[in-house]
Every structure is written in structure tokens, then in C-alpha cells.
């Protein structure tokens, strides 16, 4: 098992910034390939970013790309998600999720994560 803990989430005005932090433990955090999703009201819940577990590759959905930057202290057992731009679209709860690989290092997934945190709320007013 992996136990995510998320915080940093917020009420901020349109064009502001958070960063949200998620803590892992339960497995060697190096292991493990990590992402962010969020869901909106009345939404389905959609994939954010994902960062590898070397940390060197990263991927991001298009509709955050150029605002929103995931990052990993592996030192830390730690993802982050930089957040800065916001608009009130991004309003939602974001969860961090896990998932352990095996072989590659270098890989970024968007699908087929196994563990979830409970969520951070992100509310972005006009």
C-alpha cells in the first residue's frame, strides 16, 4: 500500500498561484511513478500531470500546460504541483496518485494508477 497525503489547496483570485504538495509513504518512494488529476463539480475526474520516478520526465494535460509544473524530491518522498495563472475553470478537488513500476525509470503515465489521496480543494474566484 501507498498512503498519499495532499495539502496546499485553497481559495485564490484568478491569476493567482498555490502549490499543492502531496506526501507519500508505504513503499520505497523511488518505485513509484506519481501524478496529479482533479475533479470538477459535476465532472469526471480528469489527469492533470504525471511525473516519472526519476523525476526527469514529465507530462501535463493540455489545459494546463505553460501554467502547471510537477515536481518530485524523491529525498523527500514528495510530488509537488506548481499551479500559477488559475483561472476559475480550474476549480476542483486535486488528488495525488501512485502507482508502482518496475524496469524504466524514465516513464510518465496518465492512466492505470492504483493509489489516491483524499483530495485538496483548489477554488479559483473571477
Known amino acids: 500500500q501507498v498512503q498519499l497525503v495532499e495539502s496546499g489547496g485553497g481559495l485564490v483570485q484568478a491569476g493567482g498561484s498555490l502549490r499543492l504538495s502531496c506526501a507519500a509513504s508505504?513503499?520505497?518512494?523511488?518505485?513509484?511513478?506519481m501524478g496529479w488529476f482533479r475533479q470538477a463539480p459535476g465532472k469526471e475526474r480528469e489527469f492533470v500531470a504525471g511525473?516519472?520516478?526519476?523525476?526527469?520526465?514529465?507530462d501535463a494535460a493540455d489545459s494546463v500546460k505553460g501554467r502547471f509544473t510537477i515536481s518530485r524530491d524523491n529525498a523527500k518522498n514528495s510530488v509537488y504541483l506548481q499551479v500559477n495563472s488559475l483561472k476559475p475553470e480550474d476549480t476542483g478537488v486535486y488528488y495525488c496518485a501512485a502507482t508502482q513500476t518496475l524496469g524504466r525509470d524514465d516513464l510518465v503515465y496518465r492512466r492505470g494508477y492504483i493509489f489516491w489521496g483524499q483530495g485538496t480543494q483548489v477554488t479559483v474566484s473571477s
Open positions: 508505504g513503499r520505497p518512494f523511488s518505485l513509484i511513478a
Open positions: 511525473i516519472s520516478r526519476s523525476g526527469g520526465n514529465t
